[in-house]
């Protein structure tokens, strides 16, 4: 999953940000839509509806679209990664949350990486700073 929302930014990546779980990546309906719609301005409101439109359906608690698939070995995976996270972080609402995320890791964030990242960043900044003075 993509990055999206308010973060913290390195120049060349963004190693631990705020992650909105159940969010849809916009991207996806995008090439979607242009396969389908020749004009790029109807492609990309065709996009925005139908993205508006599955995440309606995702956070709706009565939906449940699960496919189960099974891996090489046997195992059940579930190919709705958005769903899938919000059933995790909270099944009973189905409302997006944010969480402190490791996007190198690819995984939740613990408040000791979140903390030692912004100290860097912070470092780095005024270090930046006294050499422009």
Not at 36 to 55: D, K, P
Not at 66 to 83: A, P
Not at 93 to 111: H, P, S, V
């Amino acid at each position: 999953m993509s990055y999206r929302g308010p973060g913290l930014k390195n120049h060349s990546q963004i190693y631990i940000g705020v992650k909105t779980l159940g969010d849809l990546d916009l991207k996806a309906f995008q090439v979607a839509a242009k396969r389908r719609y020749t004009a790029l301005e109807e492609a990309n409101e065709r996009a925005v509806e139908l993205c508006s439109m599955w995440e309606d359906y995702v956070g709706g608690s009565k939906w449940n679209p699960y496919k189960v698939i099974m891996d090489e070995t046997g195992k059940r995976m579930v190919v709705t990664t958005s769903l899938m996270e919000l059933n995790d972080h909270n099944s009973s609402g189905r409302y997006k949350i944010q969480e402190l995320w490791n996007f190198k890791a690819g995984r939740k964030a613990t408040l000791k990486e979140g903390v030692a990242y912004i100290l860097k960043q912070w470092t780095v900044l005024k270090n930046t700073k006294r050499r422009r003075n």
